[in-house]
């Protein structure tokens, strides 16, 4: 089944914890993405690669790091947790576009909560 | 990507046709349009996309106005599980991002 696979799905951790959100695709996808959800403010983008080794920053990339060392890999990386990172995260993927007309898909979220 | 504008929530009978409508009065030629849900705090599911055509698929119609200033979103026999957040999004991969916008939605309701 094609899928987009996160783990964990829910962590509770504390301030300053390094902590790793995994993210696995199985549907040979170049590009990847994260996204958080907060009420209020819908998704916004933190972090996407079009590709193997090839990563940019979104929207709100600040306290994230990413790395695609193979295709169907994009970790999420708070090197230092803090409260206001607490939020619900998603992964998505996408056959790579040009002109925007391939779906996304998302996995089914990380609830992340950060004391 | 242009702005869209979508009723805040809708109610629908359990087994009638939904109709979720959209505004994209800013569309550019070559912006999608697209549709996702949210079923409670799930990751956001695809349902479908187009750009000047109705597109049909095993989830629903998409109808966009010959103008493409509007289009509709239609769940032919809506069931209690189509209850959620349903996002219209307008959209063309710009140096090869292909980053969502979300908006706020329509929250449809299947009323028994």
Redesign the interface.
């Known amino acids: 089944e094609a899928q ?1 696979t996160q783990n964990p799905r829910y962590l509770i951790t504390v301030t300053g914890k390094k902590l790793t959100v995994t993210c696995s695709q199985n549907m040979n996808h170049e ?1 990847m ?1 994260w996204y958080r ?1 907060d009420p209020g403010l ?2 916004r ?1 933190i972090y ?1 690669s ?1 590709n193997v080794e090839v990563t ?1 920053k ?2 709100v990339p600040e306290g994230y790091k990413v790395s695609r060392k193979e295709k169907r890999n994009f970790p999420l990386i708070l090197e230092s947790p803090s409260p206001n990172q607490t939020s ?1 995260y ?1 992964c ?1 993927s ?1 056959p ?14 990380t ?1 992340l909560s950060i004391l | 990507d242009a702005k869209t504008t979508q009723p805040p929530s809708m109610d629908c009978a359990e087994g009638r046709a939904a109709n979720l409508p959209c505004n994209h009065s800013t569309i550019s030629g070559n912006e999608y349009v697209y549709w996702y849900r949210q079923i409670h705090s799930q990751g956001p599911q695809y349902i479908i996309h187009g750009l000047k055509n109705n597109e049909t698929n095993e989830m629903a119609s998409l109808i966009i106005t010959e103008d493409r200033k509007s289009s509709t979103l239609i769940l032919p026999h809506a069931t209690l599980r189509d209850t959620a957040v349903y996002y219209c999004i307008v959209r063309v991969a710009i140096l090869g991002n292909e980053k969502l916008t979300f908006g706020t939605g329509t929250r449809l309701t299947i009323i028994p």
């Open positions: 987009v590009y993405s959800q819908g998704l983008q996407y079009m940019d979104g929207d619900l998603f998505a996408s790579h576009s040009t002109g925007g007309n391939q779906p996304q898909h998302f996995g089914d979220g609830r």
